[in-house]
């Protein structure tokens, strides 16, 4: 068994690498966002979740109404628009579509 985790953070080709080791018989679970602050599809997370055969989303919750939260909600503190911010894990907050999109 592999284990692969934040693969939203690997490039295109972890794609082919989990379906190559997948063909060999080899189980692998990979974790990861699928989506960005903005929403968007995140690195090779949309190409993994089309091959895989299971698919198991969780959920953390909303900090602002409780509810199961969908969306990474990053909090304004710079002009940078940068995708990843390594290390700045307290300007993100889990929330629900409904807060994400009025606060966003
Ligand atoms: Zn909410």
Redesign the pocket.
């Known amino acids: 068994m592999v284990g692969i985790d934040e693969a939203q953070f690997f490039d295109l080709d972890l794609t082919n690498v989990c379906e190559r080791l997948a063909l060999h018989g080899t189980r692998v679970i990979v974790a990861g966002l699928d989506m960005d602050y903005l929403g968007k599809p995140f690195g090779p997370m949309p190409y993994l979740l089309s091959v895989a055969e299971y698919i198991t989303k969780l959920h953390a919750i ?1 900090v ?4 199961l ?1 969908t969306h990474s909600y990053r909090r304004p503190a710079t002009d940078s628009h940068a995708q990843i911010e390594l290390g700045s894990t307290d300007r993100y907050e889990a ?2 579509r ?3 999109t009025e606060h966003a």
């Not at 602002?64 to 509810?67: A, I, V, W």
């Open positions: 909303c602002k109404c409780g509810q939260a929330r629900c409904v807060c994400y």
